[in-house]
């Protein structure tokens, strides 16, 4: 069996958040792969704490990448105070004349894929196109340690998962997929219940909000973040259409700092929120100007958490119009807009300062990795964690199953992933939308 054919078996998707099945990245052909662990967010410590740890696996995971896409180099990409990490991986990367490390300011997003694609190339993936149309792929550095695994049978059946904010106990987990939050929550000494609280699932900035204390982590979730709701970055991202479109009209003055700190439009992907803005408060899409770039946006939300003096919310209003743009058939094309600002590297915000300014900079705290600290007797564990097609259940209720056993498969010509039993037990319930299986 070949690598992509252990990378499907295993079920591994992308392990940053976006959980594309990695299979299919791997099957194409590049120049360099890029192994992300630059860790866009804020507050999360996964991608951190595995380089330190799993140096090893992180290369071999890599050098698979490599070698099924034809690509002649690989690049580690990380922050420079990632020290533990430095070191580990720098022993590891030793006699690998082809892999080297890259290490980035911290900024944000330094973690987005286009921007690691130019950091490191010096070339722009365009509007509606993918790293591989310049020649790379880029993989999370956790997807790259599920590779490793992949290679030596071991399937995709656990998620490392950072717990913070207000906890007692700040901490980062490994927990079987299915794991409700609260035992999360639990484990790192945070509220008894929800009243009071909301949890964004992911980073603080580009995290969604909920409100479901039993909801399970899945083969993408990163963090769980735990804010009073009346916190400003829960009222921040609590979607109000009228309200928003109202403050849009009253407030914004079309100063266009919004899009002078876009990291996309200074990429030159012609990224304009303050045009979005405008066109909203007007009811005149032609106001948009190039309705291109609205789709290299990738809801970073730096226009609303900081570069607005008025607290507005310009990302919102461009996702709010990229799905309208969709559910109306529209199809980027695929095309760079303009040249890289000279500005490029002086609009780069540091991570501190983005922080202090959404109000989360006392949350910023270690959170040490705990592999066995949550006991987990039942999970729900659903068939729809990845980009692409829902996966199709191949146990009944009744049946019994042992940890790393397939139990959904992925539908017949379509894009999806295959999902394994997280735990040994018994299957107690099976959906449309989930297995359940409890330890017996």
Known sequence: M?????????GVVGAGGAGFPTHVKAAGKAEIVLANGAECEPLLR????????????????LKAVMEATGAQSGVICLKKHYHDAITALEQAVSGEPNIRLFTMESYYPAGDEQQIVYEVTGKVVPTGGIPLDVGAVVSNVSTLINIANALEGQPVVDKVVTVGGEVGRPVTLRVPIGTPYHLLIEAAEGPKSLDGYTIVVGGPATGKLCNDWDEPVTKTTGGLLVFPSSHPLIQKKTDQQEVDLKLA?????QCNLCTQLCP??????????????RAAFMNNGKLLGDVNGLFSCCDCGLCSYYACNFGLSPSRMMARMKSGLRQNGYKPEKRIKGEVSKSFENTKVPTKRLMSRMGILQYDVETPLVEDGVTVSKVRIPLSMHI???SSPVVKTGDRVQKGQLIAGIPEKSLGACIHASLSGAVTDVTNTYIEISAQ
């Open 2 to 10: 070949g690598v992509v054919d252990k990378i499907r078996e295993a």
């Open 46 to 61: 996964v991608d951190r704490l595995m380089m330190q740890k799993y140096p090893q696996l992180v290369v071999k995971g």
């Open 249 to 253: 009209k009253a407030v914004c003055c």
């Open 264 to 277: 996309r439009n200074n990429l030159g992907l012609g990224v304009e929120p303050h045009k979005a803005m």
């Open 388 to 390: 692409g097609a829902p």
